[in-house]
């Protein structure tokens, strides 16, 4: 979503390189070209997702990484005075394992070993009014894309008819990733807790229902889908909102509004905040078309900073939050929750823990100067000019 500010790619350094090789290996769709990556706006760059799985494995692989595949991380052992974590505990197929280590990255989506460390958290629907709904995501074939046109219409009218088991008026719908082919983002499956095991196994089964209905209706109503088949749904419930954590900087809604450039950022974003409706009400979608109507659209070469703070929970030494789980208030996490400042942001804390290993500074007193200036090294696009060699912070 939304790479480029319309001046510059803004996710650089290792994005970039997998972007290229997504490109040299045909998983790109065809609008999305090198010549374009610094200008397009406003606009989605697909990809194909087995294409992406073989760049990631080869990228692993060439640089040595211990890949442990179907391994979850099921409890940490820690330093509470000193707020150091000592090892985690993980199970596989062969059974447990006690891992020992001096830094560690949680990037597991759910913040799950930064709670079991007892970081301090926000949890979505706890903590919160509302948990945003997940969405089970499918891969379609068979799509002519010359006649898909008045998506939304088309839903509307859906509704009217009276052919939905729930009338969900926010459809992002189906998107085009190849000549034929794309991937539908479609039916909010409302009340998923995706900290809930229970929550969550009903939530796929909820949304395969919902791919099977969608994709009905799109054979029904839309006419280059006449022909439409689903592929597969997502071995993953498409979760929008579950924890994050109170680290030694939130970002918030003002940093975002005001595009707020900070000394220590370890990344730059342009994307408006996307908060999906919460339930079917009137009031509900109403709220959502009114914050779409505005969405505090960038103009061109307008972006905000990801200061280094968000990634570190609060006091910690040893520990960093890379994705959707970073330090952010609600509102400002409707922007920064997207794929591409993921990236950014792993490729960040990696680079933090490499530094804090060679210096022996702690996650929460690293030198930002340093660290910023080896992100440029590696081809983060850092363009500040005042940079600090301490963080901001809350």
Known sequence: MELSDGNNLLAQGIFLEILEKLHKNNGLSRKDQPSTWNSMYHVSTTFNPETLKIVLDDLCVESGVDIL????????????????????????TQGYSYVVSKCFVDA????????????KLR????????????????MVTDIDWSKTSQMQEKVLKGIKDGFFSQNDRHVPGIIQC???????NAGHIFGTNSLDVKSISEGFIKGRKLVREYTQF???????AKNMKTLSTATLLGVRESRNILGEYELNYEDFKNRRQFPD?????????????????DKEYKRYLEDYAKRDRFLIGENYGLP?????????NNLWIAGSCISADVKVHGSVRLQQSCYIMG???????????????????????QLVKTLRTNGAFLPQEKLSKTMTRS
């Not at 179907?70 to 993980?90: Q, S």
């Not at 597991?108 to 970081?119: E, F, P, R």
């Not at 960040?348 to 100067?369: C, R």
Request: with cysteine; aromatic share 8%; charged share 15%.
């Open 69 to 92: 595949f179907n391994t979850k991380v099921i409890d940490a052992d820690i330093d509470k005075e000193n707020k150091r974590v000592n090892g985690v505990v993980i199970q596989h």
């Open 108 to 119: 597991t989506g759910n913040a799950s070993i930064a709670n079991y460390c007892g970081v």
């Open 123 to 138: 949890e979505a629907g706890k903590d919160t009014e509302h948990i945003m709904p997940p969405t089970l995501c499918g």
């Open 178 to 184: 190849g000549d034929n082919w794309g991937f539908m």
């Open 218 to 224: 799109y054979q029904q109503y839309v006419e280059g």
């Open 265 to 281: 950022q370890i990344g730059l974003h342009c994307f408006p905040v996307d908060i999906h409706v919460y339930d079917l009400s």
């Open 308 to 316: 280094y703070g968000i990634l570190v929970p609060k006091g910690w």
């Open 347 to 369: 490729q960040a804390a990696g680079t933090a823990v490499h530094q804090s290993i060679k210096t022996g500074q702690a996650a929460n007193n690293i030198d930002t100067e």
